[in-house]
């Protein structure tokens, strides 16, 4: 690796607040294998970012399932995966690349370098992917998940402020109220564990019939897995969480 190259992958580390013990690392997360096909054109091996890729999509499901479900217990597997999969989708990975400038960094080969692969959204997400990787390979699992989720955060926040998730209590008690002229009750039937992890038990009523039960380390959770249950259990349309 050059000086001039050195230099450069200094400077971004320094933009995205990161320090890698070994450079050979980065350098290769930032390697489309564009670049490494015409290198071996030449009779020169450089490993391109594709198995880091891999690992780094694995490295970031992992991070923000394991931050989601801590942020969300009141959540459902159906919503949480739900905002997983919008959270890592190509958009916002892209985005987030681009905001750390990491196409400014990327080493493509001359095709696409012309066809202007850096700012393709696929080529940035694939390599914020495997930045990911470079960092858990070379810093620790620690350092990865501090990475991923300061520059997630602002997505995370922006998401639920919009009401990506939906509240299934508010929308019941609208059905309820509108269509049966009552109002669902909501009654805890069990606290189990200690005092720091207890597990509560929701039945929800409507009309004194019970519509639906759900489990949660919340009141909250437990009322809104109920909430759902019911609203599955009415058949109402447009629920594909």
């Known amino acids: 690796m050059d000086e001039e190259r ?8 320094q933009s995205i607040g990161c320090q890698f013990k070994n450079l050979a690392i980065l350098n290769q997360a930032l390697t489309h294998k564009s670049y490494a ?9 450089i490993e391109d970012n594709e198995r ?14 394991e931050f989601i479900m801590e942020k969300f217990p009141e959540y459902t597997e159906g919503m949480l995966s739900r905002l997983r999969a919008h959270l890592v989708s190509e958009t916002i990975l892209a985005s987030i690349a681009s905001k750390n400038s990491l196409g400014n960094y990327l080493l493509l ?13 696929s080529i940035l997400a694939d390599c914020l992917e495997a930045l990911f990787a470079g960092i858990y390979l070379d810093q620790g699992l620690d350092a990865v998940r501090e990475f991923i989720i300061k ?3 602002p997505y995370i926040e922006e998401t639920t402020q919009k009401n990506f998730i939906p509240d299934f209590k508010s ?5 309820v109220q509108g269509k049966l002229n009552c109002t669902p009750i909501y009654r805890v039937t069990s606290q189990n564990g200690l005092d720091h992890e207890k597990i509560f038990e929701v039945k929800l009523t409507i009309d004194q019939t019970t519509y639906g039960i759900g489990e949660g380390r919340s009141k909250k959770e437990a009322e809104q897995k109920a909430a759902y249950h019911a609203l599955k259990k009415m058949n109402i349309d447009g629920l594909d969480f």
């Not at 050195?6 to 580390?13: A, F, S, T, V």
């Open 6 to 13: 050195i230099n450069r992958l200094k400077e971004l580390q």
């Open 37 to 45: 096909n015409e290198a071996k054109d030449r009779n020169l091996f």
């Open 52 to 65: 880091l890729e891999f690992l780094g999509d694995a490295i970031l499901s992992y991070v923000i399932t």
């Open 109 to 121: 080969g001359k095709g696409e370098e012309i066809s202007g692969g850096r700012l393709k959204k």
């Open 151 to 153: 520059n997630f955060h």
């Open 171 to 175: 929308i019941l008690q609208e059905y």
